[in-house]
């Protein structure tokens, strides 16, 4: 006779003892690797916020302030904000096509 019952993916992770789970440990130089390319693609794609929320914190006016302001115009003439730029003009419109009389 055929078995016709069906395991779900989902039931048998929830039937999982803790010994049963699998334990894949991440050294703390590839953590720190993963963390400083996270912050490269942050600062690349983002460079817009990045340079405003720097002049509004308490590095404003100070050497970190000039390079952030290089980096924002170095990654705005390559296009690399486009994106950025879109997705924000995306939002307000459909904030403004759903909430109209707002500024």
Known sequence: MIDTSVRSPISSILTTTPGDAEVRRVSAKRLLM????????GATFG???????????????TFVQAAIDAWSDVMQRVGVTRPYGMLRNAIRDAEAARFPGRD
Request: hydrophobic share 65%.
């Open 34 to 41: 993963l963390s400083l390319l996270a912050c490269v693609v």
């Open 47 to 61: 460079a817009k916020p990045l340079a405003a929320w720097v002049d509004a914190s308490l590095v404003s006016g």
